[in-house]
């Protein structure tokens, strides 16, 4: 079964030859696609003695179909440091009264007076769609 999709391709602008293009989703399957993003946040693990908080927005992603987001935010400055968490959240996790939320997790970037990194994990808040 074919789905018909529209939409259109953004080039980075780098000239690496490990650029990447995004696909930006208008419609699916003849019905125009909305966006939306999810708030998250927690605390890193404990590590080398102290714990980070983070908070962020995830990037957009279309509404209505299946999908994944993309998340990046610095941590709290905490024990003379920050660190960096980005990744890729799970597919949707549908709620019962209606809605989603996505599970994200991983490790920071190494940083410190000590080289380390931390650990984290969590489950993005209700989405909130944007119409672009």
Avoid at 38 to 67: C, I, L, Q, R
Wanted: glycine share 12%; hydrophobic share 25%; no cysteine.
């Amino acid at each position: 079964m074919e789905i018909p999709i529209t939409g259109f391709v953004v080039h980075s602008g780098d000239s690496d030859s490990n650029h990447s293009h995004k696909l930006f989703i208008s419609s699916w399957d003849g019905r125009p696609v909305n966006v939306h993003v999810h708030p998250f946040k927690g605390n890193t693990s404990f590590d080398a003695g102290h714990y980070h908080h983070y908070a962020g927005v995830t990037e957009p992603a279309p509404s209505g179909v299946p999908h994944v987001h993309h998340y990046y935010v610095e941590t709290s400055f905490n024990d003379q440091h920050t660190h960096l968490i980005r990744g890729t959240t799970g597919p949707a996790i549908h709620l019962a009264g209606g809605g989603h939320y996505h599970h994200f997790e991983g490790y920071t970037t190494v940083n410190g007076r000590i080289p380390h990194s931390h650990m984290y994990s969590g489950n993005t808040g209700d989405e909130k769609e944007y119409r672009y």
